[in-house]
């Protein structure tokens, strides 16, 4: 592999790692939101599930997506020698 | 209640927590060894200790209360942040294993005297950990001690079975050291993962299904299913606020973040992380399920009676003793490795011939252990929320953790007074003297932004002056 083509894939790797961290931290913020939280509310329901707990599942299983991508991403930046 | 189950569970899981304990003492060769467990865990191994040990009788004891009384908005409270934590642990152990690598790791309060260059730094964060995990210690104890002395009256009083949990985890812990207590973290996190199971099953079978259990918390209480839940507990700023202090969790207390620095590669501290993300939600997901039917079937009994019927007296004998053990065995799991790491972290901060540092790091686990169980017999019940203010308090030693770790230049000093004053205004507003809440602001959220805010500003400008002219 040429230089190049590692720091290209660094560089790649390194994008995606910054990504799921933005992710992250937008997921969580979804979760604590205005509509999540708001006062009383149930509605939409998902498959019979109120608005703050479906949410709340959905935000968790995505942060667990993140976390996978993010070691793939992490495992690469390794792989491509990045300190 | 029924005796003998418990005797055969305990006695079954008594016998594998010896065989572990002798395995590990017959292959600790060194100081190292007994204090950092040889520094090579698997993926497994490493998820289940990190895992047992975040997990608490918290999970198992206070979050079934928790949803049962604040609602499912306890999910974002717990559930995702524990997500987001496996987030923070990819993020974080690769930056504090390198500086462990380079500075030597033995503890962070050792780490932080190296990386500071002073010994104020570790005394400093050694006595924030002491103050806020000897009290969470305790809490755990004195709650299994009163549910088992409920379940099973007529066998050994409350602070019998506390004292019992606690004389037997340091005995395997003064004779394992740490590898005892990860082998033993692995066996607890999986019973606790099954117990935790069968009885969420049972709740759940209990209504005929999923549905059925909401249908019937939407006709008990309908405010359990949305924020801020019936009692307001539930705002924006609450969950900000406990967010922040759980995220901070594996920077900030010694027990997890030696966990990572043990780890065996890279890679398995990244494969640790994906499984902690699983480990989480299969953990918290049936608390959720015993909770809320808590909510419909025990909507007004006191936490100790719904935790003893919903766990122990509604279960089959054997599923009952199983639970009891898990209730033990999470108790443990959190306690050992809390004791041990604030053992160790004395340890990483005194000087002198390696055979009196020991002896005298055994012999302060001990009195740790003391110290935990004679608060154990003062403290109150609210397990969640004095496990919070244990979190909250902990928390505030992030930026000088952080600092030590991200900073290779050295940490700029100024952070260490800085943290002083911001655990001193945290102690000050638990002891009543400064106001909970602050032009309309909870405290800890405020002090949590009045300590990030010089610290942030420090290191954006240190960052901006190493940067290149032109770059």
Known sequence: ?83 | MSTAWLAVVGGAYALVLVAATWHARRTTRSAEDYMLAGSSLGVLVGALTFGATLFSTFTLMGMPDFFRTHGVVAWIFLGVTDAAIAVVILWYAVPLRRRAARLGFQGLAGLLVEAYGTRAAGRLYFAGIFLFLIPYVAVQVRGIGILLGAAYPGTLPDWGWSLAIVVTLLVYSEIGGLKAIVYSDALQGLVLLFATWVVAYGCVAHFGGVAALFESVARTEPALLSAPGPHGLFTFQFLLASMLAILVLPITQPQLATRLVIMRDARSARGMAVTVGVFSMLVILPTLAIGLYGAVEHAGASTADFLAAVLIAEQAPAVAATVAVGLVAAAMSTADSQLFALGGELRSLMRGDERAVMRRTRVAIVLFAAAAFAFAVVSSDQLVLLARVSFAGTAILAPLVLFAVLDERGPPRRVIPLTALALAAFLATLAGLLPEVIAGVRADLLIFAVLALPCAATAMTRRYAATPAGA
């Open chain 1, 1 to 83: 592999m040429t230089e190049t083509e590692t720091d290209t894939r660094v560089a790649a790797a390194t994008r995606l790692w910054h990504a799921c961290l933005a992710a992250a931290i937008a997921l969580v913020a979804v979760s604590i939101s205005p509509w999540t939280l708001a006062p009383g509310a149930l509605t939409p329901t998902l498959l019979g599930l109120p608005r703050a707990l479906w949410v709340g599942f959905v935000v968790a299983g995505a942060l667990l997506v993140v976390v996978v991508l993010g070691a793939w991403a992490q495992a690469r930046r390794e792989r491509a020698g990045a300190s």
